[in-house]
């Protein structure tokens, strides 16, 4: 559908666009993404986002290492990833271009910083000829733009160092951009009056930014570099309230609101890790909550001083990321062995040691499910997206303090970092999470090992209870007693009630269920975690040309829901899609004997659409 | 109820469980100099937890009619901090052996020391590994043989006063496994301290290194090999009360009493720069006295204290949190 | 077969005996029962013992916590464990009474210290009534004794104080066994001369024992408390020369064999944990190999050390139980990205958390096959018995410094503290273990992830070699430079590559076989670890009474033998028993999609033959 | 080759990888300080090794062309010692972070550092957690504003110069980033020692912490902050080297050099009793001068040397292992 707008414009009304913004860590590429996907939420699209962080701090400017990216996906229809393939690019130098362009869709848009290409930005990002001078942009709709020389043109009378000017270039971009997708500016320039006019009381730097923004706006209006506008039509979306959130954000207020749930003080022990790091940091800062963040000084006091307030009564949280798990694990045998609740969340990131901090992987499951001495079943949740992180984070302290048990909540860093639009929950439909804890009154009948008949959770006896008085440890426990016991019959009891006690939790857990498709189906694609997006995307676009697909996800990694093995059983192929070498399939079929296909990526990127559909095809001839 | 205000017991805090020590060992002192200061301080048995690592000396909490918390080997000090953290009105003891608080368990002593969680950390030290059966540990004095040493340890030992000094611990002690009245009264100090309190004891396993503190701790030579720190009070021992310490340059020297200035004897200063304590601890065992007592007792707001306190003004200002205002924040937008 | 021997006494020739000597822990049961092992080794018998020692170093005298145990099984024939129920119990006290009786054969033999038996004895045994004086020993062939008067008498002459009068008393009980197994009393003689006369100087004691000794063998030969002698004739065992070893010491002479072979030091990195304690201790005392031991300040030291030694050049090995394992996995995974060669000794416990110490269990497997963040494969080899863990261990060093990764070696408490003879190997048929280093020589095609072709593995250029400077770290390493790399498809290659390396040690190692039986039986019996016993002893009384099962034992947990799969696909049932809750039945089912039927037990006690006869039965109908 | 002999020049000591610290930070001028001091040392490339953990500061092995190890956070001092036991031949350094060394890590140091492991551990203290982005670290100041701590951190830090006397460090200094020169000269004495060597550098981390170390380093604070430690020395400072440190009491004060006794201005006496170091140390920053330069260094021989000297002795003693004679022992049997 195409038009013209007031201006004269050409305007192409397309039902979605992708767009990438890519520059040097110090371009601020991050702010812009996310201002483009703030006003593109905020007027009514679909959108998914993928940040893509440099692993150092500041790579020396202008080097690939220090590229920075974000790209963001706006639709007028239901969307699931940030996209395959970037429509648009923007790329603020060289070595961005240079690990950029590979991805762009043939045809698409490339928006270059050309004041940027001088021989040493070439050298830096190892071109030895000018990229603009070959052929490398051929197949390409190449826009140099000399943002450099366009922002201080602009600002030549704001009376601000050359260094300030400099900053204000990303803006320029975004403004091109707006224009190419006719986007209100509103949005960006109260956000910019709000951060440095009103909050760092720097209001020159607010008016710099404004300015340059609306020069980049209008500048594409002017030039008529481009062919034509596009427009993306609203979406259709659930009706609501919403906002944009990352997966982090809502594990940390998904945490807020299961101790006010259950009317219990949050304390997290932590120690910062990335990609989890931003949780401790945003807690840190609702002490009016009453939450209680303490920063430990390794992984292993971090979850200890948890361990410690869950036995004082708090609702006790650690938080880290896959080495960080590692050392834990000795301690999470502790919580199993004394029965306390405690939340574990793991943002992980791409394995093994330190591996790719800054790039996600699914790898921690195994790690999750079976790294520690002895058996000990700890029950997995995981979340599957930015935004459905706060109901999963709801989930797991559910099981954790209605079980006695600790559990691990699994993220990535595709999660943490992602943002999306979340429609925010009716507040009265949250469970009630608050827990029946022995008070004086039970003195006489109190057993320390004693269970409850339906959950076989022990009693939670906090210290200062007068009259309960009794002792726990990482010893053997006899049964009701508690007291250390190393009788043969024991053990093998303790053995089997600890392992009981999470295999219930499957009775209190929706059955296993199909999100698309049917068993009459000749394929299921079965999923966990952040793979959701790119897989309901595939089955979307199959099922719609009529392939028979169906799509399962699954949130609870331990226990399986019930229900699993059965309909497996009813697929010709059962494919797994997974961010590491094939782990869920592995206990899938160490669990039902079903043999699944396992079909992994470990590049530290999530796997595409295409991707996944391509994989599907194959099985179905 | 009559029980609920009468005064408790030592007995009140003894508990079903058999003690499992060897038959000999200090730990027993201990315990029972730890019940008697706890029927003194009048606290009531719930409010108290016990909290301990691994080893022998870790067994502790088993024995006390009190909240208790075995934990795994060297993190009670994390632990213990979680708890004291999570619910300040408890009163939290450590109890901790050479090797689960020096070894395995040396880093969390010296965050929890520095950071100030107001916790009673008493290390029984044996010089020792007890638990597995007789290895050196990093109280083990240069060129033990043990059974992982067979021709002797080439690890120089901790001076655990020193480590707990340069870990800004807020209340620094030492006592004896058998001298229960100077124990109990350490103890009782300790418990009315406000901060993070080390308390080194002396402890005799007579199964794996029996005598250990023999050369200082004797009947016979105690009194010659020991001196009691007491603030305000000149460093005078010895049995006949005629030795004293004073300074040589920047080096302390045993001197006879008689002849002796008495302005050039040293006072014992808790208050004095810290130097002074780490001056007196690092005298050379055996050559010099030995100090025991109080090293240091300082005040300071406590961590627990000082989280709570962030909480209540943080709540103050911006208002009790509230889920709807916390969740419908930022840039919200309507889709109808 | 009866006979009476010369002084008249009746003789019955039997196959075998179990006795099991308990007492408190100061009453020397554990030697007591080493010497009846020594004296039957160099008799000539085969031989299987379980020692089983209380938690507590000294529980306080006379309680049941405080019991200490040491069984023997001896015979004419090749045995495989060290009996179910005991022939004979010899039992110093109540406790030991108490805690013992139940498992003695009906109508077996319990000698009894009636010494012991005062109200104080009877009440730290948590006794009522004297189980002297009631039904207790009703159907058991009970003999009184009065050891402590009888030794007391025996040493009135010897000038020695009361308590170490009272020490003797155990050598009075092992005269009694001696003579009721007609068992010669030099070996034990020459112990105590060698022990106490020479290395101890206190010939007082060893004369006071021997003298204890021979009463106690005099008086059994005099009272006539016994109805008859027995005589347990030499086993035919493979000719050869024979000594008695405990798993641990067989693990360290494995370490330091390999060192020698591998014309490498030898460094242990080790922190001191229940039961693996042994091994660092015995290493300590052959300084004279060169063997570096290193008592780090806490596990994870423990293994950095190493890492650190393994970088360095050495041969390098950490020892731990469970625990440790748990707290090492951090680090073992820097090992894995750095593909450095090192032995981790794993010698499992019960648990989970801090468990039963004492006690035996398999339940680390999972844990060591997947206990750490990221896709990070290991080698795991288990050893199945006390002796064989020398030649697992050799073979661990093996697939360490040829494959250049980290491998876990995995044997039990049971393996660790029980002994059985050992046939010692010939030295020359050790296999060479010697590595290629990369010289100077080789510094213009020297990559620090170039590869070997056939194994994968990467150079070991070790510091010190001129012109070979590289960096090596926990990052993800680009293939072939080895420099720190974050690009997709690198990751990929090399997550893929460390996979490889690890799957084509199947190649290296032998083809999965069966050890009795053929495919054509109905019901594999597969197993892993110190359970060998227990099934070749099943396995064997069924084949004999001619039923159709087969056995199998795994030594190569990762990666499997090739053949595995198309074998077990062959049998009608596949039964794994195992101590702990299923793991390598769930490894089983999730790599071969092949279902078995695990068989658990998690007691802290190995498995008992009638226990896995029965349940083969089960299955054979 | 004539190459082999010709002594090594910095530039020799240059990895061909990219420099990836953020343009300013501090890190940079340590980086070329210490590859002045390699070739001053003589040191062939590959006998060197540097071991670091994790940390902006712990990318630094990428940059030396020697033998390099980018271990695991808060491991290397335990890695390191690994590498130097095995082969006390290599020079090993360590390099560090504050969050590193005294974090995760801080048992591993404070170990290493008391067994005298030879090794020379530079500590970048920036008073942060850096490559995290920015949350207060064990030596960041009470009250400081980080991410982690919205309303000032509670954590009292931890004296690095303290915890290294503690620990038993043979070896202790420090300096600071910029003042190459005397960086230089320390690490030059670093090296030299035989032992376990801690050296804290005060580094500027522009990004997260910029100018942590502005009050005391600055160009125009500098003469007047810092008191340099030279032995035998008096300590006398200030831009016109007019002020002097005195003992009033057990605590050092600052006077005027003019006017002053000179018998009463302190000496710096590296081989005095630990104490003396212990004081200085203490000294509060800002309020009185910071001393740099070295603490201690003591002779004793290191714990690489100790094990190496046991397996000598063992092995002219019991001669040197033998496989057969190994396997070969105790109680054998034959059967035939
Ligand atoms: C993770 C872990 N590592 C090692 C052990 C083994 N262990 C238990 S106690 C102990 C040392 C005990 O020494 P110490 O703390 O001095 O206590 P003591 O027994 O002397 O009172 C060791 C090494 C363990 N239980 N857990
Ligand atoms: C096991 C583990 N926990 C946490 C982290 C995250 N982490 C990396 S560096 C660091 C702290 C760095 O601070 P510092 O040692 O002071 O070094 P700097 O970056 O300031 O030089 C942290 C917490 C990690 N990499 N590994
Ligand atoms: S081994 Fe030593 S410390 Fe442990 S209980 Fe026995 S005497 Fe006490
Ligand atoms: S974050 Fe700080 S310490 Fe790290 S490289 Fe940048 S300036 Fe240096
Ligand atoms: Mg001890
Ligand atoms: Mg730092």
Redesign the interface.
Same mark, same amino acid.
């Given at each position: 559908m195409n038009s013209e707008n007031n201006d004269g414009h050409q305007v192409e009304t397309i039902k979605q666009a992708t767009i990438r913004f890519a520059g040097d860590s110090g371009d601020g590429m991050q702010i812009t993404g996310t201002q483009f996907t703030?006003t593109s939420?905020?007027f009514?699209n679909d959108l998914a986002t993928f940040p893509d962080y440099p692993?150092?701090?500041?790579?020396?400017?202008g080097?690939i290492?220090g590229v920075s990216g974000f790209q963001v996906r706006f639709s007028s229809f239901d969307i699931h990833t940030p996209g395959d393939q970037p429509d648009v690019l923007i790329a603020m130098n060289p070595a961005a271009l240079k690990t950029n362009l590979k991805d762009l869709k043939p045809g698409g848009i490339v928006i270059i910083n050309s004041d940027n290409f001088e021989k040493g930005d070439l050298q830096k990002a190892k071109y030895e000829v000018s990229p603009l001078e070959d052929s490398t942009l051929d197949g390409y709709r190449a826009v140099k733009v000399p943002l450099n020389k366009l922002t201080k043109e602009t600002l030549k009378d704001h009376g601000l160092g050359p260094k300030v000017v400099m900053r204000c270039k990303n803006f320029f971009a975004l403004g091109i951009v707006y224009w190419l997708y006719q986007r209100p500016m509103e949005?960006t320039i109260s956000y910019l009056d709000r951060e440095f006019g009103q909050k760092k009381k720097r209001p020159e730097i607010a008016a710099a930014n404004i300015a340059v923004l609306k020069a980049g706006y209008n500048y594409a209006d002017i030039t008529g570099e481009f062919q034509s506008q596009y427009e993306v039509p609203k979406a259709k979306?659930? /009706?609501?309230?919403?906002?944009?959130i990352q997966g982090n954000m809502a594990v940390g207020?998904g945490l807020?609101?299961a101790s006010?749930q259950a009317k219990l003080?949050l304390?997290l022990?932590s120690?910062?890790?990335?990609p989890a790091?931003d949780i401790?940091?945003q807690l840190? $800062?609702?002490?009016?909550?009453?939450?209680?963040?303490?920063? $430990?000084?390794?992984?292993?006091?971090g979850i200890?001083?948890?361990?410690?307030?869950?036995?004082?009564?708090?609702f006790?949280v650690t938080t880290t990321?896959? /080495?960080g798990? $590692?050392?834990k694990?000795?301690?999470m045998?502790?919580a &199993?062995?004394?029965e306390l609740p405690l939340v574990i969340v793991n943002v992980?990131r791409?394995?093994?040691?330190?591996?790719?901090p800054?790039?996600t992987?699914q790898?921690?499951l195994?790690?999750c499910?079976?790294?520690?001495?002895?058996?000990?079943p700890i029950p997995v949740v995981a979340s599957c997206s930015s935004s459905e992180a706060f109901d999963a984070t709801i989930e797991a302290s559910r099981i954790a303090l209605k079980y006695m048990t600790p559990v691990v909540l699994l993220t990535d860093g595709y999660i943490a970092n992602g943002a999306e639009p979340w429609?925010?929950?009716d507040?009265d439909t949250l469970p009630n999470l608050e827990v029946n804890r022995p008070t004086e009154a039970d003195k006489e009948t109190y057993q320390p090992y004693g269970r409850d008949e339906t959950t076989l959770a022990r009693p939670w006896a &906090?210290?200062?209870?007068?009259?309960?008085?009794?002792?726990?440890?990482?010893?053997?426990k006899e049964d009701l007693s508690g007291?250390?016991c190393?009788d043969?019959?024991n053990?093998?009891k303790m053995?089997d009630l600890?392992?009981e006690k999470v295999e219930r939790i499957a009775n209190d857990i929706p059955e296993f269920s199909l999100m698309a498709g049917s068993t009459d189906d000749k394929v299921l694609v079965l999923g966990w975690g952040s793979t959701l997006g790119a897989i309901t995307a595939a089955v979307e676009e199959l099922r719609t040309a009529g392939r028979s697909v169906a799509q399962a996800h699954l949130r609870h990694l331990n226990p399986f829901p019930k229900g699993l093995a059965e309909t497996l059983a009813k697929f010709d192929h059962v494919i797994v899609p997974e961010m590491?070498?094939g782990?869920l399939?592995?206990?899938l079929?160490?669990?039902t004997?079903?043999?699944v296909e396992s079909f992994t990526? &470990?590049?530290?990127?999530p796997f595409m659409t295409n991707e996944i559909i391509a994989k599907v095809n194959e099985y179905l001839g | 109820m009559a029980t609920e205000t009468a005064p408790l017991k030592k007995k009140d805090f003894k508990t079903d469980q058999d003690v499992r020590w060897c038959p000999g060992c200090g730990d027993y002192a201990i315990l029972n100099s730890i019940q008697a200061v706890m029927a003194k301080l009048g606290r009531k048995k719930e409010d108290v937890v016990f909290v301990s690592g691994i080893g022998c000396s870790s067994r502790f909490p088993y024995y006390m009619e009190t909240y208790g918390f075995h934990t795994i080997h060297g993190r009670a000090p994390a632990i213990a901090s979680g708890v004291k953290i999570a619910n300040p009105d408890l009163d939290v003891w450590l109890v901790t052996g050479d090797g689960d608080a020096m070894s395995i368990g040396g880093n969390h002593l010296i965050h929890a020391l520095r950071r100030r969680v107001n916790l009673k950390i008493l290390m029984f030290n044996n010089r020792i590994y007890g638990l597995t059966k007789g290895q050196y540990s990093p109280t083990s004095p240069l060129g033990k043989v043990t059974k992982t040493s067979p021709m002797g340890s080439l690890d120089t030992p901790f001076n655990p006063i020193h480590l707990a000094l340069a870990s800004k611990a807020s209340f620094i002690a030492r006592s004896i496994d058998v001298m229960g009245p100077h124990l109990q009264d350490v103890l009782m100090q300790a418990a009315q301290h406000e901060g993070s309190a080390f308390i080194e004891i002396f402890q005799n396993c007579n199964i794996f290194n029996d005598g250990a503190f023999e050369h200082v701790t004797g009947r016979d030579v105690r009194a010659d090999q020991l001196v009691d720190l007491q603030h305000g009070q000149k460093l005078i021992f010895g049995k006949e009360k005629d030795k004293a310490i004073v300074m040589d340059g920047f080096a302390p020297k045993v001197v006879p009493l008689a002849g002796t200035d008495e302005d050039a004897i040293l006072t014992w200063d808790m208050d004095a720069n810290p130097a002074l304590a780490y001056l007196l601890a690092g005298m050379e065992e055996g050559v010099m006295p030995t100090p025991i007592g109080v090293f240091r007792n300082t005040k300071r707001v406590s961590f627990d204290a000082g989280v709570h306190q962030q909480i209540k003004e943080a709540t103050e200002k911006h208002g009790k949190g509230d889920l709807k205002s916390l969740i419908y924040a930022g840039d919200l937008w309507e889709v109808k």
């Amino acid at each position: 559908m195409n038009s013209e707008n007031n201006d004269g414009h050409q305007v192409e009304t397309i039902k979605q666009a992708t767009i990438r913004f890519a520059g040097d860590s110090g371009d601020g590429m991050q702010i812009t993404g996310t201002q483009f996907t703030n006003t593109s939420a905020i007027f009514g699209n679909d959108l998914a986002t993928f940040p893509d962080y440099p692993a150092e701090i500041r790579a020396p400017a202008g080097t690939i290492p220090g590229v920075s990216g974000f790209q963001v996906r706006f639709s007028s229809f239901d969307i699931h990833t940030p996209g395959d393939q970037p429509d648009v690019l923007i790329a603020m130098n060289p070595a961005a271009l240079k690990t950029n362009l590979k991805d762009l869709k043939p045809g698409g848009i490339v928006i270059i910083n050309s004041d940027n290409f001088e021989k040493g930005d070439l050298q830096k990002a190892k071109y030895e000829v000018s990229p603009l001078e070959d052929s490398t942009l051929d197949g390409y709709r190449a826009v140099k733009v000399p943002l450099n020389k366009l922002t201080k043109e602009t600002l030549k009378d704001h009376g601000l160092g050359p260094k300030v000017v400099m900053r204000c270039k990303n803006f320029f971009a975004l403004g091109i951009v707006y224009w190419l997708y006719q986007r209100p500016m509103e949005t960006t320039i109260s956000y910019l009056d709000r951060e440095f006019g009103q909050k760092k009381k720097r209001p020159e730097i607010a008016a710099a930014n404004i300015a340059v923004l609306k020069a980049g706006y209008n500048y594409a209006d002017i030039t008529g570099e481009f062919q034509s506008q596009y427009e993306v039509p609203k979406a259709k979306l659930t /009706p609501g309230t919403y906002r944009n959130i990352q997966g982090n954000m809502a594990v940390g207020l998904g945490l807020i609101a299961a101790s006010l749930q259950a009317k219990l003080p949050l304390f997290l022990g932590s120690y910062p890790i990335t990609p989890a790091t931003d949780i401790l940091q945003q807690l840190a $800062a609702y002490k009016n909550f009453g939450v209680v963040t303490f920063q $430990a000084e390794d992984e292993i006091a971090g979850i200890c001083s948890a361990i410690g307030a869950s036995f004082a009564g708090s609702f006790a949280v650690t938080t880290t990321s896959g /080495p960080g798990i $590692a050392l834990k694990s000795e301690a999470m045998n502790l919580a &199993v062995m004394t029965e306390l609740p405690l939340v574990i969340v793991n943002v992980q990131r791409g394995g093994p040691s330190t591996g790719m901090p800054t790039k996600t992987e699914q790898s921690d499951l195994l790690q999750c499910l079976y790294g520690r001495n002895g058996d000990s079943p700890i029950p997995v949740v995981a979340s599957c997206s930015s935004s459905e992180a706060f109901d999963a984070t709801i989930e797991a302290s559910r099981i954790a303090l209605k079980y006695m048990t600790p559990v691990v909540l699994l993220t990535d860093g595709y999660i943490a970092n992602g943002a999306e639009p979340w429609l925010l929950p009716d507040l009265d439909t949250l469970p009630n999470l608050e827990v029946n804890r022995p008070t004086e009154a039970d003195k006489e009948t109190y057993q320390p090992y004693g269970r409850d008949e339906t959950t076989l959770a022990r009693p939670w006896a &906090v210290p200062g209870t007068p009259g309960l008085q009794h002792r726990i440890g990482g010893l053997e426990k006899e049964d009701l007693s508690g007291n250390v016991c190393y009788d043969p019959s024991n053990h093998q009891k303790m053995t089997d009630l600890r392992m009981e006690k999470v295999e219930r939790i499957a009775n209190d857990i929706p059955e296993f269920s199909l999100m698309a498709g049917s068993t009459d189906d000749k394929v299921l694609v079965l999923g966990w975690g952040s793979t959701l997006g790119a897989i309901t995307a595939a089955v979307e676009e199959l099922r719609t040309a009529g392939r028979s697909v169906a799509q399962a996800h699954l949130r609870h990694l331990n226990p399986f829901p019930k229900g699993l093995a059965e309909t497996l059983a009813k697929f010709d192929h059962v494919i797994v899609p997974e961010m590491n070498k094939g782990q869920l399939s592995l206990v899938l079929q160490g669990k039902t004997c079903i043999q699944v296909e396992s079909f992994t990526k &470990v590049t530290g990127l999530p796997f595409m659409t295409n991707e996944i559909i391509a994989k599907v095809n194959e099985y179905l001839g | 109820m009559a029980t609920e205000t009468a005064p408790l017991k030592k007995k009140d805090f003894k508990t079903d469980q058999d003690v499992r020590w060897c038959p000999g060992c200090g730990d027993y002192a201990i315990l029972n100099s730890i019940q008697a200061v706890m029927a003194k301080l009048g606290r009531k048995k719930e409010d108290v937890v016990f909290v301990s690592g691994i080893g022998c000396s870790s067994r502790f909490p088993y024995y006390m009619e009190t909240y208790g918390f075995h934990t795994i080997h060297g993190r009670a000090p994390a632990i213990a901090s979680g708890v004291k953290i999570a619910n300040p009105d408890l009163d939290v003891w450590l109890v901790t052996g050479d090797g689960d608080a020096m070894s395995i368990g040396g880093n969390h002593l010296i965050h929890a020391l520095r950071r100030r969680v107001n916790l009673k950390i008493l290390m029984f030290n044996n010089r020792i590994y007890g638990l597995t059966k007789g290895q050196y540990s990093p109280t083990s004095p240069l060129g033990k043989v043990t059974k992982t040493s067979p021709m002797g340890s080439l690890d120089t030992p901790f001076n655990p006063i020193h480590l707990a000094l340069a870990s800004k611990a807020s209340f620094i002690a030492r006592s004896i496994d058998v001298m229960g009245p100077h124990l109990q009264d350490v103890l009782m100090q300790a418990a009315q301290h406000e901060g993070s309190a080390f308390i080194e004891i002396f402890q005799n396993c007579n199964i794996f290194n029996d005598g250990a503190f023999e050369h200082v701790t004797g009947r016979d030579v105690r009194a010659d090999q020991l001196v009691d720190l007491q603030h305000g009070q000149k460093l005078i021992f010895g049995k006949e009360k005629d030795k004293a310490i004073v300074m040589d340059g920047f080096a302390p020297k045993v001197v006879p009493l008689a002849g002796t200035d008495e302005d050039a004897i040293l006072t014992w200063d808790m208050d004095a720069n810290p130097a002074l304590a780490y001056l007196l601890a690092g005298m050379e065992e055996g050559v010099m006295p030995t100090p025991i007592g109080v090293f240091r007792n300082t005040k300071r707001v406590s961590f627990d204290a000082g989280v709570h306190q962030q909480i209540k003004e943080a709540t103050e200002k911006h208002g009790k949190g509230d889920l709807k205002s916390l969740i419908y924040a930022g840039d919200l937008w309507e889709v109808k």
